[in-house]
Every structure is written in structure tokens, then in C-alpha cells.
């Protein structure tokens, strides 16, 4: 299956839904994923620089897009930090790479967590839903024999709903595994 098959289906099943669930008057009221952004907050790196370029590697491969390093805004002594040095890495997926990201997310990872029952229903009040994994080995892409580091990161799922009740009926279609 490919994106376009997710982003066809969103069109044709998920906006008439949410339009009957709704109310809504218009299409363009139904609410939108508009991005999903992946960060990894690397806290380790102060001391050894390879871990960051290692975290882009894996969440380049894990997304298809190139990873960036997210840099410290100021001096905090107490964590040996100094301002512009690299802390974490980031990805902010849209379009296309954004619903092929999300389908192998949702057929593919999310089912190899062990002990899964679901994942927290609790959005943001804006209708945006964070998701936080413990450990970046449940995707496929990445090789368990060649890591030195169990990561996690947290996926955002920023959508266009206004209230976090059509967030969470957004992400439901789309097939996340809400608890509830």
C-alpha cells in the first residue's frame, strides 16, 4: 500500500465521515493532518558527538527525509551544555513522505511494541496528538545488530482541528490505536 492509497482513502472515506460526525457545512472544515514532526532529545550528545550523527542516520532511514540537529538556545552549566551545541535531532514530515510515514507507522511499528494495548488519548487542546516511543527499534529500517543506544523520540501529529475532540476522530480514521 502506498501513501497515495492513504491519502486517497483520507478524500474518500475519512473527510465524509468526519463531515457526518461533525456537522460540518463546508469540506474545508473538515480537519487536516498538516504535518507529523519526529524528535529525538539526545541529551548524552554533550559528551560524545557521534551519538547525533548516528540518531540522523537512524531517523533518516526510519523517515526517508534527511534528519537535522536541533541546537541548544543557551549556556546551562550544570548539563556541560553551551549555546549552538547539537541536543537532538528532528524531521518534519509533510505531504506525501508525511501519510507513507504514518501508514508503515500504524501497520508496521506500532504492532511491534511489546505488551501493546494501545496507545494514550490524551491531545493537546488544539486537536494535535503527541506520541512518545521508547525505542526506535521498532522499525523496520533499523538494523538491531548495529545499535549502541536504545532511543526514543516522540511523533507529532499536528492537524488543522480545532478542538481535540475532531483530533482524536481525525486520527482514529486514520487508524491510530487509541486506548479507549
Do not use: H, W
Not at 85 to 96: A, F, K
Not at 120 to 137: A, C, F, H, P, V
Amino acid at each position: 500500500m502506498s501513501s497515495t492509497t492513504l491519502k486517497k482513502d483520507y478524500t474518500e472515506r475519512i473527510v465524509p465521515a468526519l463531515e457526518k460526525e461533525f456537522n460540518y457545512s463546508s469540506v474545508m472544515q473538515v480537519p487536516r493532518l498538516t504535518k507529523i514532526v519526529i524528535n529525538q532529545g539526545l541529551g548524552d550528545a554533550t559528551a560524545d558527538k557521534k551519538i547525533i550523527e548516528t540518531a540522523i542516520n537512524e531517523l533518516t532511514a526510519i523517515t526517508g527525509q534527511k534528519a537535522v540537529a536541533t541546537l541548544s538556545k543557551k549556556d546551562i552549566s550544570n548539563f556541560k551544555v553551551r549555546k549552538k551545541m547539537p541536543i537532538g535531532v528532528r524531521v518534519t514530515l509533510r505531504r506525501e513522505r508525511m501519510y507513507e510515514f504514518l501508514e508503515r507507522l500504524v501497520r508496521i511499528a506500532l504492532p511491534r511494541i511489546r505488551d501493546f494495548k494501545g496507545i494514550e488519548s490524551k491531545l493537546d487542546g488544539r486537536g494535535n496528538y503527541t506520541l512518545g516511543i521508547t525505542e526506535q527499534i521498532i522499525f523496520p529500517e533499523i538494523n538491531i545488530d548495529s545499535i549502541s543506544k536504545l532511543m526514543g523520540m516522540n511523533i507529532t501529529f499536528v492537524t488543522t482541528a480545532k478542538t481535540d475532540e475532531e483530533g482524536f476522530a481525525l486520527l482514529k480514521q486514520f487508524g491510530l490505536p487509541f486506548k479507549r
